[in-house]
């Protein structure tokens, strides 16, 4: 099988093919990451594992999206 | 740990205060987070950074909640509000029971709101999922149905899929099989499952992340190609 289809199902299956953080010590980091990712940081090299975790974990994916854009309309506000 | 505090905060503590010119004065000196922590250690300061810390998570649930009630039509508007409240009564007891936590990686500000948009979260979600049943039996296989494919891919996706229930059946334990059931089968909240199995977002996620990390090995040994997923 050389090219696999339907990626958004797998991925769901299957979660991030990377090492992930778990949901402890993405919630330990989510406001670190937020700012760095809204500085236009290199969140990602910053904190290894984060994206995976919220590529694998709904839940965290949610807050972080909250989180981004709660911060965001705080900044554009001030 | 990822959890809900059940701890209820005094009336006093919940409302909130009168501004004065001198209170003013005192917001902007809370700007940054150096001041924040200073004024919610100092006892002469620390009444009112208290009630100014609780207007700003109150300011997040309710942003929480905004963001989730179009899911929770079916909720009226109070109720929301009373549970946008509950959680930021909790988040702040939280954020001052983990003010050493604090380590200034971000704005002061940004670190509290994680917590209060965390406990609107959890109870959104649970109340969305209040009157629902939690599937977690494996034999429920939405995500079975017809892939929109061709029909190569129809049937490559078919053999992978056929492939991974062999290998929950083959590879995953009782719990592992439950878990992942629930959460990647038939979409249940993490936080709904932890709350109908009297546990935590995080021991769930790890239940359902070694059952992937088996599933892949299982699925590799087999000859599957799984790079780029």
Redesign the interface.
């Known amino acids: 099988m050389d090219r696999l289809t339907d990626d958004d199902t797998l991925k769901r299956l299957l979660g991030p093919a990377e090492p992930e953080l778990l949901c402890d010590e993405c919630f330990e980091k989510l406001d670190e990451y937020v700012e760095l990712k809204l500085q236009g940081a290199p969140a990602d090299e910053r904190i290894p594992g984060m994206r995976a975790h919220l590529e694998g974990c709904p839940a965290c994916h949610e807050d972080y999206d909250s989180l981004r854009d709660l911060v965001q309309s705080d900044d554009a506000t001030t | 740990?990822?959890s809900t505090s059940t701890v209820s905060l005094a009336p006093a503590m919940s409302s909130r205060l009168p501004m004065s010119a001198a209170a003013s004065e005192r917001d902007d000196a809370l700007a940054d987070s150096t001041a924040w922590i200073s004024a919610l250690r100092h006892p002469a300061e620390r009444d009112h950074a208290i009630a100014r810390l609780h207007d700003l998570l109150v300011r997040?649930a309710r942003?929480?909640v905004s963001?989730r009630r179009a899911a929770l039509s079916h909720v009226r508007g109070g109720e929301l509000d009373d549970l946008a409240l509950q959680a930021a009564d909790d988040a702040l007891v939280a954020v001052l029971g983990k003010l050493d936590d604090y380590r200034g990686?971000?704005?002061f500000?940004?670190?509290a709101?994680?917590f209060a948009?965390?406990e609107a979260?959890v109870r959104l979600?649970r109340r969305a999922w209040q009157e629902r049943e939690v599937v977690i039996e494996p034999e429920v296989w939405p995500?079975m149905a017809d892939?929109?494919?061709g029909p190569e891919?129809?049937a490559?996706?078919s053999?992978?899929m056929g492939a991974?229930t062999e290998s929950i059946d083959a590879c995953l334990t009782g719990h592992q099989r439950e878990v992942f059931a629930a959460l990647?089968?038939n979409g249940v909240?993490?936080?709904v499952l932890a709350d109908r199995l009297n546990t935590t977002?995080?021991a769930l996620?790890?239940t359902?992340?070694d059952a992937?990390r088996k599933?892949?090995a299982d699925?590799a040994k087999r000859?599957?190609?799984?790079?780029?997923?």
């Open positions: 740990m990822l997040a942003f929480e963001r990686a971000s704005r500000t940004t670190w709101y994680k948009l965390l979260g979600r995500l892939t929109g494919q891919g129809h490559e996706m053999e992978l991974i990647a089968l909240p993490l936080d977002r995080g996620y790890k359902l992340h992937r599933l892949r699925l000859g599957f190609t799984l790079d780029s997923i």
